[in-house]
């Protein structure tokens, strides 16, 4: 029992270390872009958790991934290709650890439910913005 509490303490600490070096990278950038990056990354950990512990259903996860890959694509246009890739780098390296993988419980499937609708939402508000402009385009 001390060896799991253990493990999962140590989970905490490295996902913890990850967001802490993706918010202080986030931070050197404008206030809008750090606000957006930090965004950005929790949905990138709770992606990278999801596959890792599989929390979502598939038809969910399908979703989550075309979500993520619509918020991929706006930021391509607005945040530097280097700051992008830091912060799906960094999301990479936190969910990928092993020390992480066995960390999959309550806390776990919240966090990865909390990013699924944090990236549905945003990727709702990003098509909505995306055809509200196009509609007005030439009038």
Do not use: H
Not at 6 to 12: E, F, K, S, V
Not at 29 to 54: D, F, I, P, S
Not at 72 to 101: D, F, H, I, W
């Amino acid at each position: 029992m001390k060896g799991c509490a253990g493990r999962g303490l140590r989970t905490l600490a490295l996902l913890g270390w990850a967001w802490g070096a993706m918010a202080a990278s986030a931070r050197e950038t404008g206030a809008g872009e750090a606000a957006t990056l930090e965004r950005y990354a929790a949905v990138m950990l709770a992606k990278g958790r999801n596959e890792q512990c599989k929390v979502l259903d598939e038809s969910r996860t399908g979703q989550f991934d075309d979500d993520v890959m619509a918020i991929t694509k706006q930021l391509q246009k607005r945040v530097p290709a280097q700051r992008l890739l830091g912060v799906v780098l960094n999301a990479t390296v936190a969910t990928e650890a092993p020390e992480s993988a066995a960390g999959c419980d309550e806390a776990t499937r919240r966090s990865v439910e909390a990013g699924s609708e944090e990236a549905r939402a945003w990727a709702e508000q990003l098509r909505r913005g995306r055809s509200r402009g196009n509609s007005t385009q030439g009038k």
